[in-house]
């Protein structure tokens, strides 16, 4: 009795593993291919450019500032150079902090807006998984998985894409799940 208990429990896990069901997906082809990515981009890309613009005007007040003194600084007061070199300290420190907090902002709005792009793709994910009765779905294109053995693992990715509203075209078309 014990022996076929024993030969029970050592068989039980090998045929529930057999029975369950793996799916993988290729995150690096469906961010690329959303709207919601493209219009991220297009945001970004916006104000990064008015940041840029900002910051080019501040550049060229302390460039205008500072040959403006060198032209003068020999015939100034010493107090009143003191303050003009005061004055171009502060406008370079101004433009410094100006610098820091633009690239601050820019990766605040883009995690932001990626957070937003990656729940909508594991809310699909979660979503296809159930439907599918699926055990594990693993993303390929993260580097974390060595191997999938696409034979025994369902490729969701053209699934996917039509979860999230992707057109597939021809340029788009997923390509056969690579064995690494």
């Known amino acids: 009795m014990k022996k076929i208990l024993l030969a029970i429990l050592m068989v039980l896990p090998m045929t529930i593993m057999a029975q369950s069901k793996f799916a993988h997906y290729n995150y690096a082809d469906i961010l690329p291919n959303m709207k919601e990515y493209a219009a991220a981009q297009t945001e970004l890309q916006s104000m990064e450019k008015q940041y840029m613009d900002d910051l080019k005007l501040m550049q060229d007040e302390l460039q205008k500032?500072?040959?403006?003194y060198q032209k003068e600084a020999a015939n100034l007061l010493d107090n009143v150079?003191?303050?003009?070199?005061?004055e171009l300290n502060d406008l370079a420190q101004r433009f410094q902090q100006t610098?820091?907090?633009?690239?601050l902002a820019l990766q605040k709005a883009s995690q932001e807006k990626m957070a937003l792009i990656v729940e909508k793709v594991m809310a699909a994910v979660k979503k296809i998984g159930e439907a599918g009765g699926y055990v594990y779905i693993v993303d390929i294109s993260s580097g974390a998985i060595s191997f999938v053995n696409s034979a025994l693992s369902t490729d969701i990715t053209a699934q996917l894409k039509k979860e999230l509203g992707i057109v597939a075209t021809a340029a788009t078309a997923t390509p056969a799940a690579p064995a690494n």
Do not use: P, T
Request: charged letters at 55%; hydrophobic letters at 15%.
């Open 65 to 68: 500032k500072a040959e403006d």
């Open 81 to 86: 150079r003191a303050r003009r070199e005061q």
């Open 99 to 103: 610098q820091q907090d633009s690239q």
